[in-house]
Nanobody, 118 residues
C-alpha cells in the first residue's frame, strides 16, 4: 500500500522558518514527480512546488526565493524548506506523488498544518 507521511508543521512567527518532510512508503518513487500543495481555510488546494526524480524543481510565484523543495531519492523522502514565512503561508500542506506516465497513480499525504502568526 502506497503511503505518504508528512511531518514538520507547526506555529512560527512571520519571518521564521520551518522544514516539512514527507516519507514515502510502498513503492519505488523513482518514476514519480513529487510535490507540495497547500490549502488555506475556504480556499482551493494550490500547488507550492514540484520536483522530478532528476531534481528539476519548479515553484509557485508566491514562494519563489523563499521556499526550497528537495528530495533524497534513495530514501524516498521529500522536503520543503520554508524561509521568511508570511501570514499568507498559513495552510495545511500536503505531500503529493504523481506518476510520470500513469495519471491514476496519484497519491496524497494526510497533511500537516503550518500557521504563521505573531
Amino acid at each position: 500500500q502506497v503511503k505518504l507521511v508528512e511531518s514538520g508543521g507547526g506555529l512560527v512567527e512571520p519571518g521564521g522558518s520551518l522544514r516539512l518532510s514527507c516519507l514515502a512508503f510502498g513503492t519505488s518513487f523513482s518514476p514519480y514527480v513529487m510535490g507540495w500543495y497547500r490549502q488555506a481555510p475556504g480556499k482551493q488546494r494550490d500547488l507550492v512546488a514540484t520536483i522530478t526524480y532528476g531534481k528539476s524543481a519548479s515553484y509557485a510565484d508566491s514562494v519563489k526565493g523563499r521556499f526550497t523543495i528537495s528530495r533524497v531519492n534513495n530514501k524516498d523522502t521529500l522536503y520543503l524548506q520554508m524561509d521568511n514565512l508570511k501570514f499568507e503561508d498559513t495552510a495545511v500542506y500536503y505531500c503529493n506523488a504523481k506518476h510520470t506516465y500513469y495519471d491514476n497513480l496519484n497519491y496524497w499525504g494526510q497533511g500537516t498544518q503550518v500557521t504563521v502568526s505573531s
